[in-house]
């Protein structure tokens, strides 16, 4: 792996330009909690970044002020040139956010949930967003799954469900809040797979939050580690193989210890 996107990297992404997101002296307090201290990272056009960390240290709500969900207390993340914070953005650059729990409308079809932004923002007639409803399900060989309902779906399906629909947006740049959570071992590498062929295909900036190490050590360009709200460490995978850092060591390679064991210590974490 290198800093640069892979060299396979050359098809246009799906609307037209690629954007780069630089985050400056971030900081987030709720209340009189400060869950992120002054976080600068650039995430280059067409890369797989991944943000790593333990629970609680703040990578949903880094990915929220990406996606322009969330307020900075200070500081600012810009997607390209623009603010990621003012609205007007969403109307320049296609963010699509893979939610970490799915976030699938559960009344609704496969089809009916993908659809539901184009029809909302009624980007194109019903056969034009048939053709990309399809377009997406196909991509994520789901096309038997269009008339079922999320209730139906395993958790596998559901993740690549909510892929799609994020497709459907034709995105610039993808966030994806734990991709893996909750997937067996095969499910995971495919989802991994599927994030790596996506932006081989469309140049698509991913952003990806996940703890799982596997995904991380294998796509990504570059892998951030975050710890109490802070960056601890940024590199390339092959950095975080056999990390000096035994705070990252600790977190990426556990070793269970019955003598001393963790959840006797949860009392003093940030979860
Ligand atoms: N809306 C909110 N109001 C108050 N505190 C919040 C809010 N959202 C998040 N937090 C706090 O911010 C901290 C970071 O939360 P966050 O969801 O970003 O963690 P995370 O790294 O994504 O964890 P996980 O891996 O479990 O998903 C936590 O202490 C959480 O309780
Ligand atoms: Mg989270």
Redesign the pocket.
């Known amino acids: 792996m290198s800093h640069a996107p892979s060299p396979g990297f050359t098809a246009t992404p799906f609307a037209g330009k690629t954007y780069g997101v630089t985050i400056t002296g971030l900081t987030k307090q709720?209340?009189r909690?400060t869950?992120l201290h002054d976080i600068n990272l650039e995430v280059k056009p067409g890369e797989i970044y991944c943000i790593m960390?333990?629970?609680?240290?703040?990578?949903?709500?880094?990915?929220k002020h990406i996606a322009g969900l969330e307020r900075a207390t200070r500081g600012e993340v810009r997607i390209g040139e623009y603010d990621a914070a003012d609205p007007e953005t969403r109307n320049q650059v296609h963010l699509a956010l893979v939610f970490?729990a799915g976030a699938l409308f559960n009344s609704l079809s496969v089809y009916d949930n993908l659809a539901l932004y184009p029809r909302e923002h009624r980007q194109c007639n019903e056969a034009g967003i048939r053709e990309r409803v399809m377009n997406a399900l196909s991509i994520l060989s789901l096309e038997k799954a269009a008339r079922k309902f999320p209730s139906e779906l395993s958790g596998g399906m559901k993740k690549r469900v909510a892929i799609a629909r994020a497709l459907v947006m034709e995105p610039q740049i993808l966030l994806y809040?734990?991709p893996t959570s909750e997937l067996d071992p095969v499910m995971s590498a495919t989802i991994s797979e599927i994030i790596a062929t996506l932006r081989q295909q469309t140049a698509v900036t991913s952003i990806v939050?996940s703890?799982d190490r596997d995904l991380a050590l294998s796509i990504a360009d570059r892998i951030t580690i975050?710890m109490d709200?802070r960056i601890r460490a940024t590199g390339v995978p092959a950095d975080f193989k056999n990390p000096s850092d035994t705070a990252i060591a600790n977190f990426l390679n556990p070793v269970i210890d019955l003598k001393n064991p963790r959840f006797k210590q949860l009392e003093n974490s940030?979860?």
């Open positions: 709720f209340g909690s869950v960390g333990p629970s609680g240290s703040g990578k949903t709500v880094l990915l970490q809040d734990e939050v703890h975050m709200g940030h979860e």
